[in-house]
């Protein structure tokens, strides 16, 4: 587990068809998995595809600004547009720009989400 601050990353090489893009981490919205890939969304809606798995990504990224959700998504904090509760103590997150599918805080990470909301 990364714990210097220098250790994580600062932007991500992302194939785009023939090209190359750079996507720098502030401008990350959230990273989530569907049907065997994982999608990063910069904050104005663009989608790339990226290598790494849900799991690499949550200690490549600060926790001071993302934090892994679920299994599936990996938010901003400034991604997070509304949080709702929902049942079994489990939370619905809202994310801007809007995301593909619904992404739920399981009963196991809301209280350590709330407190990563709330530092």
Known sequence: MKTKENDYKNRFVLKLGAKLVVVDVNNIAYIYSYDRNNFLITKDNNKYIVEYTIENLEYMLDPKFFFKV???????INAINEIIKYSNRSLKIDLNPDCDIDIFVGRDRVNNFLNWLDK
């Open 70 to 76: 679920s299994r599936k998504c990996i938010t901003s």
